[in-house]
């Protein structure tokens, strides 16, 4: 089992920015005089910095697809990302998973919706593999699995909730244009991952995530934040765990 105590380091530079965010953005979520824009871009800045530092640890850590299978690195970022969307959510937004797009009214459409999202990427899956050169796992670890459950708990959870959840409440307070909030969203989702994937194949890595950043907006709107989860976190457990 590979474990890297070095990558513990990467709570030590992340941590303090959290601190120096959060006040920022509470401050600005003045529920008189709320300002949608800089909550938007702080936010995207914050969700940039905690995961540039992950490149810093490229050796012990991995990129994207490929992870080295740390058990206890990727274990702890969970709780942590789990821990400070708790805290982003009920402390400095204060507002309800309901208002967040946790109301599941028909749970056969948000699965039929979802389901039907993932043809498009899937059917971007050989392309995705011969431009990005990636070669397919012979066998599974328990330790990837963990792994793989771990990045496929962040992207369901923490993600969704805060892109397709706040970040487009907030795109949604300053336009009714459904087409603006879509691509706005999946623009800044996909500017929050630079460096953190590989610049191969002509950017595919990039062009997938903008896809699928841009389905997941859309099921935001016609579905809920259910469908978006388990279309996010069945993609990523599906990527990380074929390679």
Excluded at 212 to 224: K, N, Y
């Amino acid at each position: 089992m590979a474990i890297y105590l070095v990558n513990l380091i990467y709570f030590v530079i992340v941590l303090p920015i959290v601190f120096v965010a959060f006040p920022i953005v509470l401050k600005l979520n003045n529920k008189e005089n709320k300002n949608h824009v800089k909550i938007i871009v702080v936010l995207c800045i914050l969700f940039f910095l905690v995961r540039f530092p992950l490149v810093l640890f490229s050796e012990t850590i991995g990129i994207m697809p490929y992870l080295v299978e740390d058990v206890l690195f990727y274990s702890l970022l969970a709780v942590f990302g789990i821990g400070v969307t708790w805290v982003y959510i009920t402390k400095i937004e204060k507002v309800s998973f309901k208002d967040l797009g946790w109301e599941i009214e028909d749970l056969k459409k948000s699965l039929v919706f979802s389901l039907l999202s993932f043809i498009p990427l899937i059917a971007m899956f050989p392309v995705m593999m011969i431009l990005g050169n990636i070669q397919l796992a012979v066998s599974v670890s328990w330790e990837k699995l963990v792994v793989t459950l771990s990045f496929t708990i962040l992207a369901a959870v923490y993600e969704e909730l805060m892109f397709r959840g706040i970040i487009q409440n907030h795109i949604s307070e300053l336009t009714d244009d459904k087409k603006i909030i879509v691509l706005l969203t999946a623009f800044l989702f996909t500017i929050t991952h630079l460096f953190y994937l590989p610049f191969i194949g002509f950017g595919i890595f990039y062009i997938f995530v903008f896809i699928m950043a841009f389905l997941l907006s859309i099921l935001r709107i016609i579905a809920d934040q259910l469908a978006c989860a388990i279309l996010h976190g069945g993609i990523v457990f599906i990527l990380i765990l074929a390679v």
